[in-house]
């Protein structure tokens, strides 16, 4: 009896494993949904570097995963890097997803409402950045909004529940009717009416103040920063609304 336990527990657990949805793919549901990969999880096909043509040689694939290759830090760029955006502009209602992980000290950021124009030097300049960082170089800073899953100088993420250095974390970004709502983890750590007056208040006394999102326009494109050290995405998905 106990030997016929353990041989169905055994296939249980092989069937659970078996089952985990594959790294950069789409479930059945998610298709039905309209999801859509903007990685595929061999090539950076639909990314091009900000103000420019190919991806510098900096970021590369490894395991099915995005990778800013910076062996040692390097100020605020890696040698062949610099920020990468997708291809088309994403207007209306969307949804977002990825995963992100970090390297000890790292820093980085995923960008919405990218405007990549010549009046915009850097992709910073003009998009809304949700911080994705290694929280340990900012123990003891008086700022609040400069750690994972802030909106980097606007608003600080309602709570902090980060995975630690080189662990996954999942983060879903949801634009719908006005309202702006930004999940980590499965905890929701931002939520934003864009028509309020906190947030306009906010965009206001921030550096995107003269920005098209400072100005009610949220479209754009959506971009992954290079801040010199090395970070990872995958699983990246948009769904229309």
Request: charged content about 25%; proline content about 2%; glycine content about 10%.
């Amino acid at each position: 009896m106990l030997k016929t336990f353990i041989i169905t527990l055994s296939l249980s657990m092989i069937g659970l494993v078996t089952t985990a949805q594959t790294p950069n793919s789409l479930t059945a549901k998610e298709k039905q949904e309209g999801w859509k990969l903007l990685f595929s999880g061999k090539a950076l096909k639909g990314w091009h570097a900000y103000g420019g043509k190919e991806p510098g040689t900096a970021w590369k694939i490894e395991q099915g995963a995005i990778k800013l290759d910076v062996p040692e830090r390097s100020g605020n760029k890696a040698k062949n890097g610099g920020d990468i955006v997708i291809d088309q502009e994403v207007t209306g209602d969307f949804e977002f997803k990825a995963d992100w992980k970090v390297s000890k000290y790292a820093n980085s950021g995923i960008f919405f409402f990218v405007k990549e124009l010549p009046k915009y030097k850097n992709m910073h300049d003009s998009g809304l950045e949700l911080q994705v960082t290694d929280n340990t170089i900012y123990e003891g800073a008086k700022e609040n909004t400069h750690r994972a899953g802030d909106f980097f100088g606007v608003a600080n993420a309602r709570l902090r529940e980060i995975n630690p250095v080189g662990e996954w974390n999942q983060v879903h970004f949801i634009v719908k009717k006005n309202k702006l709502t930004v999940t980590l983890n499965g905890f929701i750590v931002q939520e934003h009416d864009l028509t309020g007056a906190d947030w306009k208040s906010r965009i206001a006394a921030s550096k995107l103040a003269e920005a098209p999102v400072g100005k009610g326009v949220f479209s754009g494109l959506i971009g992954l920063q290079d801040w010199g050290s090395t970070v990872w995405y995958r699983n990246v998905k948009l769904k229309k609304l």
